[in-house]
């Protein structure tokens, strides 16, 4: 990390725009490969190149003009990523991940600055075997700061489960698409949505925040491509029942910048745009390009989940979730805050690959460990 | 009919762009999953709908295979997003064409179809006023410039086309350990060029001994240089190579330079400046038989041994390049290190000395970052992207890691944002699947390997490829060439 005389020289030299936490948030590798074309961070530049930063406004400076400037232009500053690996992530898992290790798996992420992590969810083991330890699993967390463990209730007997083991934020998912509905919860949408108001209801009267989900916001396996309006209906019905938060998931990763502009633009009509978060798969490898395009229409909080954990159950083999550390890594070369750090989120995802006996998904993770492993030669 | 005069009429014209840029976006937007209306454009010109609807008006011109300025539609644009002007000549015989379309459009089954597809509602800034799409809710309510600025800002610089420059046979395979079979090699460039690909760079006409999986380049070359329909460009490094690849019937070479001085050195053993003075002499050679040469540049963001790349270090290269006659530059994040953060810089510099439509993006995906990279550069204006079928080439500064960019995984994203790229995905994907048969792994694109095991019926496949991929577009063309 860099040290506090060098902190205080850079932000005195960047003045307002280097914030603390982009000092802060720093490690030598996202240090490496940030814009240098940036006079000033160019002079600052040591031969270990330990000395440049990010901003909240890297592109403000010399081109206000210029047309590329329009292109990034409209970037959020600060980015919330929701990390789903314990849950999402875990749950299509055929071996049974022992509590420890999910509970391990928790503590190293919220360590390397994530702030929400979705710990488990209060489901019907009979549904989600990977999943039976929730209560323990939120036992073992409870003491944990600096991080919220929203869990997914399907209906008031999970919620209340929830409420009993000490969760302090639920979430609730519907879908967009009625066929997905039927089979994905064995109900149509409609009956989802009252289910989920009784939910929201009771989470209200304990001042619990709860978040939404909509699956299938562009495609579902069954009916082909989803209207846009449909989305908006959902996500409506989800926003006016109380949900803090909004996130739209491209379950079967389909989604291009083509269909996520429609689908995104209809909802912000009926949501407010700081109330929504993306959840895309990157089974078609779409994800990343589906998110910039997503915050340059303004979303400003992603779901990832570390070392890409969570298949495509509609296509065996294929990727599901995005890896957060190419989020990440993707985030840090806009400029944008993630309050992340890499190396410490590598470190979560190793674990967890280890654990399960397979090569991390994040393109970012191999790269760097590879490029790690090269350079101890 | 009327239209095959129109057709005649625009493809005489002088400046056929004037009657492009304003139903640029129009065209563009018809591609994005929204059911089109014809009896609901009530003030588009005829040539809106010809450019939006015709399969044929976006064939790149046969003389014009990507060497001089007139890749795009087949129109003499300087770059694709040149094409500022409304035409207005022909907005008096829209009426008959409309009315005709209302005819043939009500109650038949492409409004079936139509309505049984995703109903979105695309709606631009500027377009509010005059055109606008079925089951739309806000031809009055485009007051809400906030959300239509966003999808307009974003839309507008995208091309309608993009040309794929496929590099697998070369930089896909080069980095092979075991030998690939010569008819092997072959047998995928014969493949990738029957899936649509217009440019497939076959060999490289380098030493063996430092590249021996490219070895056999002269039966290659001989082999592939009678295939039509696709420009097949070979890597010369040098005089020798170029003499080599000309005996062997090359019509088209690449070269390339670095823009990090270290890495020139321990790729090809000479400094950037006399990589230069070098490729000078090859193009003056090349330019005297009239092969065109393509110009690559790597390490355009970050070298292995210096890390980041000034902007301004790539803009020199470029132009030095350019200079000398290369008619397209492509630019190489060669160990993938790039972000849209790190590239928009990087060709803001280069585009400040080389236009536009002579640069191609050639990304790899190393930290999986090459499609937002490449969708940036689209948004800035790009036409041309390099990759690589199966996301064959790996990267020799970090092992195991990816390399190049998967052709499928663009095409996806381009059919995706209704960007024409003249490419048959499952043609494609067949290709892709020969090659890693054949070396034995499973391909390195995600698409494929999605579409390949999407476990439901095999129609679904087909399916998806159709339902996400602009359906709207391929059945309104359908229904056009069918209807005339």
Same mark, same amino acid.
């Given at each position: 990390?860099?040290?506090?005389?060098?902190?205080?020289k850079?932000?005195?030299?960047?003045?307002?725009?280097?914030?603390?936490?982009? $000092?802060?948030?720093?490690?030598?590798?996202?240090?490496?490969?940030?814009?240098?074309w940036?006079?000033?961070?160019?002079?600052?530049?040591?031969?270990?190149?330990?000395?440049?930063?990010?901003?909240?406004?890297?592109?403000?400076?010399?081109?206000?003009?210029?047309?590329?400037?329009?292109?990034?232009?409209?970037?959020?500053g600060?980015?919330?990523?929701?990390?789903?690996?314990?849950?999402?992530?875990?749950?299509?898992?055929?071996?049974?991940?022992?509590?420890?290790?999910? #509970?391990?798996?928790?503590?190293?992420? #919220?360590?390397?600055?994530?702030?929400?992590?979705?710990?488990?969810?209060?489901?019907s083991?009979?549904?989600?075997?990977?999943?039976?330890?929730?209560?323990?699993?939120?036992?073992?967390?409870?003491n944990?700061r600096?991080?919220?463990?929203?869990?997914?209730?399907?209906?008031?007997?999970?919620?209340?489960?929830?409420?009993?083991?000490?969760?302090?934020? #639920?979430?609730?998912?519907?879908?967009?698409?009625?066929s997905f509905?039927?089979?994905?919860?064995?109900?149509?949408?409609?009956?989802?949505l009252?289910?989920?108001?009784?939910?929201?209801?009771?989470?209200?009267?304990?001042s619990l925040?709860?978040?939404?989900?909509i699956?299938?916001?562009?495609?579902?396996?069954?009916?082909?491509?989803?209207?846009?309006?449909? !989305?908006?209906?959902?996500?409506?019905? $989800?926003?006016?029942?109380?949900?803090?938060?909004?996130?739209? =998931?491209?379950?079967i990763?389909?989604?291009?910048?083509?269909?996520?502009?429609?689908?995104i633009?209809?909802?912000?009509?009926?949501v407010?745009?700081?109330?929504?978060?993306?959840?895309?798969?990157?089974?078609?490898?779409?994800?990343?390009?589906?998110?910039?395009?997503?915050?340059?229409m =303004?979303?400003?909080?992603?779901?990832?989940?570390?070392?890409?954990?969570?298949?495509?159950?509609?296509?065996?083999?294929?990727?599901?979730?995005?890896?957060?550390?190419?989020? !990440?890594?993707?985030?840090?070369?806009? =400029?944008?805050?993630?309050?992340?750090?890499?190396?410490?989120?590598? $470190?979560?995802?190793?674990?967890?690959?280890?654990? $399960?006996?397979?090569?991390?998904?994040?393109?970012?993770?191999v790269?760097?460990?590879?490029?790690?492993?090269?350079?101890?030669? | 009919?009327?239209?095959?005069?129109?057709?005649?009429?625009?493809?005489?014209? /002088?400046?056929?762009?004037?009657?492009?840029?304003?139903?640029?976006? @129009?065209?563009? &937007?018809?591609?994005?999953?929204?059911?089109?209306?014809?009896?609901?454009?009530?003030?588009?010109?005829?040539?809106?709908r010809?450019?939006?609807?015709?399969?044929?008006?976006?064939?790149?011109?046969?003389?014009?295979?990507?060497?001089?300025?007139?890749?795009?539609?087949?129109?003499?644009?300087s770059t694709?997003?040149?094409?500022?002007?409304?035409?207005?000549?022909y907005?008096? /015989?829209?009426f008959?064409?409309?009315?005709?379309?209302?005819?043939?459009?009500?109650?038949?089954?492409?409004n079936?179809?139509?309505s049984? @597809?995703?109903?979105?509602?695309?709606?631009? /800034?500027?377009?509010?006023?005059?055109?606008?799409?079925?089951?739309?809710?806000?031809?009055?309510?485009?007051?809400?410039?906030?959300?239509?600025?966003?999808?307009?800002?974003?839309?507008?610089?995208?091309p %309608?086309?993009?040309?794929? *420059?496929?590099?697998?046979?070369?930089?896909?395979?080069?980095?092979?350990?075991n030998?690939?079979?010569?008819?092997? %090699?072959?047998?995928?460039?014969?493949?990738?060029?029957?899936?649509?690909?217009?440019?497939?760079?076959?060999?490289?006409?380098?030493?063996?001994?430092?590249?021996?999986?490219l070895?056999?380049a002269?039966?290659? +070359?001989?082999?592939?240089?009678?295939?039509e329909?696709?420009?097949?460009?070979?890597?010369?490094p040098?005089?020798?190579?170029?003499?080599?690849?000309?005996?062997?019937?090359?019509?088209?070479?690449?070269?390339?330079?670095?823009?990090?001085?270290?890495?020139? %050195?321990?790729?090809?053993?000479?400094?950037?400046?006399?990589?230069?003075?070098?490729?000078?002499?090859?193009?003056?050679?090349?330019?005297?038989?009239?092969?065109?040469?393509r110009?690559?540049?790597?390490?355009?963001?970050g070298?292995?041994?210096?890390?980041?790349?000034?902007?301004?270090?790539?803009?020199?290269?470029?132009?030095?390049?350019?200079? &000398?006659?290369?008619?397209?530059?492509?630019?190489?994040?060669?160990?993938?290190?790039?972000?849209?953060?790190?590239?928009?810089?990087?060709?803001?510099?280069?585009?400040?000395? *080389?236009?536009?439509?002579?640069?191609?993006?050639?990304?790899?995906?190393?930290?999986?970052?090459?499609?937002p990279?490449?969708?940036?550069?689209?948004?800035?204006?790009?036409s041309?992207?390099?990759?690589?079928?199966?996301? @064959?080439?790996?990267?020799?500064?970090?092992?195991?890691?990816?390399?190049?960019?998967?052709?499928?995984?663009?095409?996806?994203?381009?059919?995706?944002?209704?960007?024409?790229?003249?490419?048959?995905?499952? %043609?494609? +994907?067949?290709?892709g699947?020969?090659?890693?048969?054949?070396?034995?792994?499973?391909?390195?694109?995600?698409?494929a390997?999605?579409?390949?095991?999407?476990?439901?019926?095999?129609?679904?496949?087909?399916?998806?490829?159709?339902?996400?991929?602009?359906?709207?577009?391929?059945?309104?063309?359908?229904?056009?060439?069918?209807?005339?």
């Amino acid at each position: 990390m860099i040290a506090a005389r060098r902190l205080d020289k850079i932000s005195r030299l960047m003045g307002s725009r280097a914030t603390p936490y982009s $000092l802060k948030a720093l490690n030598k590798e996202s240090l490496l490969w940030t814009e240098f074309w940036n006079p000033k961070v160019r002079l600052l530049c040591n031969n270990d190149g330990v000395a440049a930063f990010s901003s909240t406004s890297h592109y403000s400076s010399n081109c206000n003009h210029s047309p590329t400037n329009k292109v990034l232009r409209n970037l959020p500053g600060y980015v919330k990523i929701v990390e789903v690996g314990p849950r999402d992530g875990l749950q299509n898992e055929k071996e049974i991940v022992p509590t420890t290790i999910k #509970v391990q798996l928790i503590k190293m992420l #919220v360590s390397s600055g994530l702030t929400v992590v979705e710990a488990t969810s209060f489901v019907s083991p009979k549904w989600v075997p990977q999943l039976a330890d929730a209560k323990d699993v939120i036992d073992a967390i409870q003491n944990i700061r600096g991080a919220r463990f929203p869990v997914l209730t399907p209906n008031l007997k999970g919620f209340e489960a929830a409420v009993e083991a000490g969760a302090k934020e #639920v979430a609730i998912f519907a879908s967009a698409s009625e066929s997905f509905s039927k089979s994905n919860i064995n109900c149509s949408i409609e009956d989802s949505l009252a289910r989920y108001k009784d939910v929201a209801s009771a989470a209200r009267k304990l001042s619990l925040p709860v978040r939404g989900y909509i699956s299938c916001v562009v495609g579902c396996p069954v009916e082909g491509m989803v209207p846009p309006s449909k !989305v908006a209906y959902v996500a409506k019905q $989800l926003f006016d029942m109380g949900c803090s938060e909004i996130s739209l =998931g491209d379950t079967i990763g389909v989604g291009t910048p083509g269909t996520i502009i429609p689908m995104i633009e209809n909802v912000i009509r009926v949501v407010p745009i700081d109330k929504l978060a993306v959840h895309f798969h990157d089974t078609y490898g779409q994800a990343l390009s589906n998110i910039l395009t997503s915050l340059q229409m =303004g979303i400003s909080t992603v779901d990832s989940s570390v070392s890409g954990l969570g298949g495509c159950p509609y296509a065996k083999g294929a990727s599901g979730n995005v890896a957060t550390e190419d989020v !990440v890594y993707m985030l840090n070369g806009l =400029g944008i805050e993630t309050n992340v750090d890499l190396e410490k989120l590598m $470190l979560a995802g190793d674990f967890i690959c280890k654990h $399960l006996g397979r090569q991390s998904s994040s393109k970012t993770a191999v790269a760097l460990t590879s490029k790690k492993a090269n350079s101890k030669l | 009919m009327f239209l095959q005069k129109l057709y005649t009429r625009l493809n005489n014209m /002088e400046n056929p762009s004037k009657a492009c840029n304003s139903f640029r976006l @129009l065209f563009t &937007m018809s591609s994005l999953e929204e059911p089109l209306g014809f009896d609901k454009l009530p003030s588009m010109s005829t040539i809106d709908r010809i450019q939006r609807f015709s399969a044929g008006a976006c064939r790149p011109r046969g003389d014009d295979m990507g060497l001089g300025n007139c890749w795009i539609d087949g129109r003499s644009c300087s770059t694709s997003n040149s094409c500022d002007e409304d035409y207005e000549e022909y907005t008096g /015989e829209a009426f008959p064409w409309r009315r005709h379309v209302k005819d043939v459009s009500e109650g038949g089954t492409f409004n079936r179809r139509a309505s049984s @597809l995703s109903k979105n509602r695309m709606k631009f /800034e500027y377009v509010c006023d005059s055109r606008y799409l079925p089951d739309h809710q806000c031809s009055c309510k485009c007051n809400d410039r906030g959300i239509h600025g966003i999808t307009n800002k974003f839309l507008k610089g995208i091309p %309608k086309f993009v040309k794929i *420059v496929e590099v697998g046979p070369r930089d896909g395979l080069q980095n092979e350990k075991n030998i690939v079979p010569t008819s092997i %090699k072959v047998e995928l460039i014969r493949r990738l060029v029957s899936s649509g690909l217009p440019v497939v760079e076959a060999t490289s006409f380098v030493s063996p001994k430092w590249v021996p999986q490219l070895a056999d380049a002269t039966d290659v +070359m001989k082999a592939v240089c009678d295939l039509e329909n696709a420009r097949l460009p070979v890597l010369t490094p040098n005089i020798k190579g170029f003499e080599a690849a000309v005996a062997a019937g090359a019509k088209e070479i690449a070269v390339f330079a670095s823009a990090s001085e270290c890495f020139s %050195k321990s790729n090809i053993n000479c400094s950037i400046e006399e990589s230069l003075v070098r490729y000078h002499a090859v193009c003056h050679a090349a330019k005297e038989l009239s092969v065109p040469i393509r110009g690559y540049v790597s390490c355009v963001v970050g070298c292995p041994v210096e890390g980041a790349i000034p902007p301004s270090k790539v803009a020199y290269v470029a132009k030095e390049l350019y200079r &000398m006659g290369c008619f397209e530059i492509s630019l190489g994040d060669t160990i993938g290190v790039g972000t849209p953060g790190t590239v928009v810089a990087m060709l803001e510099a280069v585009m400040a000395v *080389v236009p536009a439509e002579k640069l191609a993006v050639h990304f790899h995906d190393t930290y999986g970052q090459s499609l937002p990279n490449i969708l940036v550069s689209l948004q800035m204006g790009i036409s041309t992207v390099d990759s690589s079928v199966a996301g @064959l080439g790996g990267c020799p500064y970090a092992k195991g890691a990816s390399g190049n960019v998967a052709t499928e995984d663009v095409v996806y994203m381009l059919n995706g944002l209704g960007v024409k790229t003249n490419v048959d995905l499952p %043609k494609l +994907m067949s290709a892709g699947d020969f090659i890693s048969e054949h070396l034995g792994r499973q391909s390195g694109s995600k698409t494929a390997v999605a579409l390949s095991r999407v476990q439901t019926q095999k129609c679904q496949s087909a399916f998806i490829l159709s339902s996400f991929q602009y359906p709207q577009i391929k059945h309104y063309q359908e229904w056009w060439v069918w209807h005339y």
